[in-house]
């Protein structure tokens, strides 16, 4: 069964896998180096730095269908640093987003591979 649900990306492109493959391939890229940049910026209490790496990662979380636990915790990740308010429920936010990110990308990468084959 998937982790990650694509419909969203699938309903705003019908009929064409160009658009999410590309968008896979650029998060599967550019977001483990962002992912670990923001948890050094997060041990390192420093909040704008987290925020702005954060909302850098938040536009691929939510078009490829997270789980609701690892979206809505970045999506909190956002908020309480730019509002600098429950700052120290950062680092455990970070944790809940985190926690499955190996067996997302092993989701994504596999829904690539089905697509690429035009499955």
């Known amino acids: 069964m998937p982790i990650c649900d ?3 990306i699938k309903e705003i492109t019908p009929g ?5 493959m ?15 940049k923001l948890k050094v910026a997060i041990s390192n209490s420093n909040w704008e730095e987290t925020y702005a790496i954060a909302h850098k990662i938040k536009p691929g979380v939510l078009m ?3 789980p ?13 640093t730019k509002e600098e308010k429950h700052l120290e429920e ?16 092993k989701d994504l990468a596999h829904s ?3 697509m690429k084959k035009g499955v």
Do not use: C, M, W
Request: glycine letters at 4%.
């Open 16 to 20: 064409s896998y160009t658009f999410p």
């Open 6 to 8: 694509l419909e969203f």
């Open 112 to 114: 690539l591979s089905l």
């Open 22 to 36: 590309n968008v896979i391939e650029l998060f599967l890229k550019e977001n483990p180096e962002r992912i670990q």
């Open 68 to 80: 609701h636990d690892s979206s809505d915790a970045l999506l909190s990740i956002l908020r309480n």
């Open 90 to 105: 950062v680092k455990g936010l970070f944790k809940t987003f985190s926690k499955d990110i190996d067996a997302i990308y």
């Open 64 to 66: 490829l269908g997270f």
